[in-house]
């Protein structure tokens, strides 16, 4: 029962390069395999849209992007692996929260914030070339999250902010609709590395440095000779330290590996060398994936029906649950009952109570109060709050009849009254 639920998403914008597998391919798939571990992983598509225009390079990039994943071991069979477009709950729950987000709080979000400072620095003017999509992202996100219910989300720390504001309107829509999201929580994992790219600077398409994770050997030959190196000759040692190249090997090697190429440092490898050993080693560990790949993109109408089927699984849920969100906010059919939830506090709303109190003379009293807060009966004083409770409870067992002597109903109060609304809590009760 105590299933933990991971969702991450991967914007479809790109090919996915050496970076993407270390620091989110490689232990998201780890992670879906372990036990105890359910797994939403999806193609954010729509986020694509905020950033790129190019619609071939979209529908490329999701190819390749799911061709890598499950080239890298994601079984579909466990997690539910998906394509954000093929779920319509998606923009239509990122309406539902859309309206209990405060544009305040979008106004903070960093990308939308960079942008405003970027045209800023540039004499533009603030909002220049935003798009309202990418003021929304957060709440796009927002729905990606809650729609699953993942109590985890596996990001870079770029995106904690976003988590965050997905937990602000799950709780804004709780709070106004009762309870329907849970609220989910960030997981940066700070043992998986960030890559560095053939420059030295993080390894990213913004920076143009990266080493696409499926080339062919050639070209991943040619492309680690270009990582950038001091120019210390043959002989010479070199530091670890900084060194783009043995940050590269490690994320790919064993202790032992990183151990030997440290000495090899030490004792004044040859850069090109050191090349060699590290693109064997990538090779060694991309070459089986390489030929899953290869075997997956030349059959798009095989990925095609994996992402058709685990959106099915996806909407098995988000059907049913975005149902449940649109009735909570009054999208609900004419002739169907208020949510049980809310009837059931109008109902307790509208019962007559017992209020007990203490006077002044240091004796116990009740009191007991239609719904509309008239007063009914009003007892006399008790030594002990035991006597009084003793005789609410016979009142609400007995009657009025078999207190007659001791209660008399309030001023202008029948007698049919108080037993109208005994019996009106009695029912309430049962
Ligand atoms: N915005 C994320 C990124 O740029 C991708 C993403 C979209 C995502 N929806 C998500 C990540 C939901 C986690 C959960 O990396």
Same mark, same amino acid.
């Given at each position: 029962?105590?299933?933990?639920?991971?969702?991450?998403?991967?914007?479809?914008?790109?090919?996915?390069?050496?970076?993407?597998?270390?620091?989110?391919?490689?232990? %998201?798939?780890?992670?879906?395999?372990? &036990?105890?571990?359910?797994?939403?992983?999806?193609?954010? =598509?729509?986020?694509? @849209?905020?950033?790129? /225009?190019?619609?071939?390079?979209?529908?490329?990039? *999701?190819?390749?992007? #799911?061709?890598?994943?499950?080239?890298?071991?994601?079984?579909?069979?466990?997690?539910?692996?998906?394509?954000?477009?093929?779920?319509?709950?998606?923009?239509?729950?990122?309406?539902?929260? *859309?309206?209990?987000?405060?544009?305040?709080?979008?106004?903070?979000?960093?990308?939308?914030? #960079?942008?405003?400072?970027?045209?800023?620095?540039?004499?533009?003017?603030?909002?220049?070339?935003?798009?309202?999509?990418?003021?929304?992202?957060?709440?796009?996100?927002?729905?990606?999250?809650?729609?699953?219910?993942?109590? $985890?989300?596996?990001?870079?720390?770029?995106?904690?902010?976003?988590?965050?504001?997905?937990? =602000?309107?799950?709780?804004?829509?709780?709070?106004?609709?009762?309870?329907?999201?849970?609220?989910?929580?960030?997981?940066?994992?700070?043992?998986?590395?960030?890559? &560095?790219? @053939?420059?030295?600077?993080?390894? %990213? $398409?913004?920076? =143009?440095? !990266?080493?696409?994770?499926?080339?062919?050997?050639?070209?991943?030959?040619?492309?680690?000779?270009?990582?950038?190196?001091?120019?210390?000759? &043959?002989? /010479? &040692?070199?530091?670890?330290?900084?060194?783009?190249?043995?940050?590269?090997?490690?994320?790919?090697?064993?202790?032992?590996?990183?151990?030997?190429?440290?000495?090899?440092? +030490?004792?004044?490898? #040859?850069?090109? =060398?050191?090349?060699?050993?590290?693109?064997?080693?990538?090779?060694?560990?991309?070459?089986?994936?390489?030929?899953?790949?290869?075997?997956?993109?030349?059959?798009?109408?095989?990925?095609?029906?994996?992402?058709?089927?685990?959106?099915?699984?996806?909407?098995?849920? +988000? *059907?049913?649950?975005?149902?449940?969100?649109?009735?909570?906010?009054? @999208?609900?059919? @004419?002739?169907? #009952?208020?949510?049980?939830?809310?009837?059931?506090?109008?109902?307790?709303?509208?019962?007559?109570?017992?209020?007990?109190?203490?006077?002044?003379?240091?004796?116990?009293?009740?009191?007991?109060?239609?719904?509309?807060?008239?007063?009914?009966?009003?007892?006399?004083?008790?030594?002990?709050?035991?006597?009084?409770?003793? !005789?609410?409870?016979?009142?609400?067992? /007995?009657?009025?009849?078999?207190?007659?002597?001791?209660?008399?109903?309030?001023?202008?109060?029948?007698?049919?009254?108080?037993?109208?609304?005994?019996?009106?809590?009695?029912? +309430?009760? !049962?």
């Amino acid at each position: 029962m105590s299933t933990t639920r991971f969702l991450t998403g991967i914007t479809t914008t790109g090919t996915p390069h050496l970076g993407n597998f270390v620091g989110s391919i490689r232990p %998201s798939v780890q992670a879906s395999l372990r &036990p105890g571990v359910q797994s939403f992983y999806f193609l954010a =598509d729509y986020h694509a @849209l905020i950033k790129c /225009e190019d619609p071939v390079r979209i529908q490329r990039s *999701t190819l390749e992007i #799911a061709a890598s994943w499950l080239a890298a071991g994601l079984d579909p069979e466990k997690v539910t692996f998906y394509r954000q477009s093929d779920i319509p709950e998606i923009p239509e729950l990122t309406w539902l929260l *859309t309206c209990v987000t405060g544009k305040g709080l979008l106004n903070r979000a960093h990308a939308y914030k #960079a942008a405003q400072d970027k045209n800023q620095a540039a004499a533009r003017e603030q909002d220049d070339g935003v798009t309202a999509g990418l003021f929304m992202y957060p709440v796009l996100m927002g729905a990606d999250i809650l729609m699953f219910k993942a109590h $985890k989300v596996p990001v870079g720390r770029d995106q904690v902010q976003h988590i965050e504001m997905a937990r =602000d309107m799950g709780a804004s829509f709780n709070h106004l609709y009762g309870e329907h999201f849970v609220l989910p929580e960030a997981v940066i994992d700070d043992n998986v590395a960030t890559l &560095p790219g @053939l420059d030295g600077r993080k390894m %990213s $398409k913004s920076y =143009d440095n !990266t080493i696409p994770l499926f080339s062919s050997r050639e070209q991943l030959k040619k492309l680690i000779g270009g990582i950038l190196t001091d120019s210390r000759a &043959p002989g /010479e &040692p070199k530091d670890t330290e900084g060194s783009a190249l043995f940050q590269i090997y490690q994320a790919f090697a064993t202790e032992a590996g990183t151990a030997a190429l440290r000495q090899a440092y +030490a004792e004044g490898i #040859a850069w090109g =060398d050191a090349k060699q050993v590290l693109f064997e080693r990538v090779d060694q560990i991309v070459a089986p994936m390489r030929e899953q790949y290869e075997a997956l993109i030349n059959n798009p109408a095989r990925i095609e029906q994996t992402l058709l089927a685990g959106a099915e699984r996806a909407r098995a849920m +988000a *059907t049913p649950f975005m149902r449940e969100l649109r009735s909570a906010a009054g @999208l609900r059919s @004419l002739v169907q #009952a208020a949510a049980p939830q809310k009837a059931a506090k109008a109902a307790k709303a509208a019962l007559p109570s017992f209020k007990q109190y203490r006077e002044n003379d240091g004796r116990f009293y009740f009191k007991f109060v239609a719904a509309d807060g008239r007063l009914l009966l009003q007892s006399t004083g008790f030594d002990a709050p035991k006597e009084a409770g003793q !005789t609410i409870a016979r009142l609400q067992r /007995e009657g009025l009849a078999a207190l007659a002597g001791q209660l008399t109903p309030a001023e202008g109060v029948a007698e049919a009254d108080v037993a109208a609304a005994l019996r009106a809590l009695a029912d +309430a009760a !049962t």
